[in-house]
Every structure is written in structure tokens, then in C-alpha cells.
């Protein structure tokens, strides 16, 4: 059981220093959320809450993802840092990858790729890509994105993405795995054929048991059930070290949590105190899953 520390919406001066409580509590990532503006008005309800509202407002603090594992990278040691989820829907692959390819030499390979679609019309459009065909711009998305970062030079000529031969230097120091957001059926796909991992927005306990078991059936069906497979989860209904030890029999292998959360603390709270939260969940949490 592997526990990831997420910075979701905390003041963007704090990060380093959460960054470096994680890493000697025994925390093994930090994730990495992902908005690229908030529009005054939107045109699709947020998949992730009951009433499709965002639970964020327009003076929320958002790091550009990749910024901010650079940073954090540069301060800490062992500690590893993924997206969850980068939106890829409105974003040039070519571009990114280049952004990929300097992250993972930055941090030495400590950089995981964690993707989804988008859910906002208005951040495709204000972004310069289309939202009709979302699904499949994405799909081919990741193959140049996989492309790239495999190093050598490549090419690629595909219904969305045309380019000749091209390089990008340097190549990552390893394998940069890919994580796959989202709960759709589709998405869940995705996850099985192209990804190393899923990642899960807020789910309850017997949606999340659902869902897991419902990927290592499609892992099967793609000749993938023993393949390495992270199963990353924020479960909203189940905590503490047994609650954590069931998410683990069903199958979560990475659980996200923000353990000042527990202790009353919102995202705007002073740094201390978050530090506190973090040096506590180590000592009477991570240091005693395994017992």
C-alpha cells in the first residue's frame, strides 16, 4: 500500500514545503491536480459532484501541474509526482511532451503521467481544440505522447496529429507511466488498453470495489491480468488504518489523501499545521499499514 499526498487547491507558497513533510512521513507521491482557468460561466456540469457544481471558485490557487513537480522535484529526494489528472483534451500533444521529457529529466524519473479528457467545452474552445471528437483526439493524443517520450526520432501522420520527423532530447531517464482518470465505461477502457494505471476522482467504497473489479475483467480481456497495474484511489468513505487495509483487499494500490482534512483544516489553512497533519498520518498511519 502506497500513500500519495495531495496539494488539490493549497496555496502555491506552501507547496515545497508540503512537498518535503511528505517525503519523511513516508509518503511515496505527490498528485497533482489540473485546471487551466475557471470560466464565469460553464456550459457542462462537473462530473464529480451530485449536482454538477464546482466546489472551487475563481480565487482558487491552481498550479500549472508540471510547473509545480519541477519545483517540488528540486527540494525533495525520493518522492515521486503525478498528474491526476491532467486534462489532455485541450492541449497539443507535441507541446506537452516536451514539458513531460524536461519534468522526468528534472526530477530524475520521478514523474507520472496521469490523463484525462476534460469535462469543460469552454477549456477546449478557449484553448484552441475541438470539442466534437474529444474522445478519439485524446486516444490518438496518447500515441504521440508515447511516441515521443520512447525517444529516437519518430514521426506521425493521424486524423488529428500530423508531423515528419522530429526529436526531442533528452529522452526520460525511464519509463514515464501513464495513469488514465475518469469513471466512464469508456474511459475505464482506455485504462486497460493503453495505461499503466487508473486513477479515481471522489468515489464511495462499494463504487470504487465496483469499478476496480470491473478493469481487472478488461485487463483480462486484453491479455493484461499480470501485467503491473496502479489502482489509485480518493475514497470519501472509508479511513483510518482499517478503512485503508479494506481499500487494500479490494485492490487499491496508492491511496490520495490530504491528511489535514482529518484535523478540521481547510485548503487555506496555515502552513504548520498541514505539517502537523502530515508528520501525524505518517507515525500513526503509514508506519503501521503494514502491522
Known sequence: M???????????????????????????????????????????????????SRFWTEETPWADPLVAAASMGAVTERLTFYTSVLKLGSRNPVLLARQVNSVAALT????????????????????????EKRGKRVDEAIEVLRLILDGGMVEFHGEFFDFDKLRMSPTPPSKVPFYIGGHTDVALRRAARV?????????????????????????VDRGRADDPFEYQAVCIDKFGLDGYREQGDIGVTDIITMPWVFDGLGFDAEVGPKLDSIK???DEIIAKIGD
Do not use: H
Open 280 to 282: 501525524k498520518f505518517g
Open 108 to 131: 530524475g524519473g520521478r514523474f507520472g503521467l496521469g490523463l484525462g479528457v476534460g469535462w469543460s467545452p469552454e477549456e477546449f474552445q478557449w484553448c484552441g481544440a475541438p470539442y
Open 2 to 52: 502506497k500513500f500519495t499526498l495531495s496539494i488539490a487547491m493549497n496555496p502555491l507558497d506552501q507547496l515545497g514545503e508540503l512537498a518535503r513533510a511528505a517525503e519523511e512521513a513516508g509518503f511515496s507521491s505527490i498528485a497533482l491536480p489540473d485546471s487551466l482557468f475557471y470560466s464565469e460561466t460553464v456550459s457542462a456540469d462537473y462530473p464529480y459532484t451530485p449536482d454538477g
Open 195 to 219: 495505461a499503466d494505471g487508473w486513477s479515481s476522482a471522489m468515489m464511495k467504497f462499494d463504487d470504487l470495489r465496483e469499478t476496480i473489479a470491473k478493469l481487472r475483467g478488461l485487463l
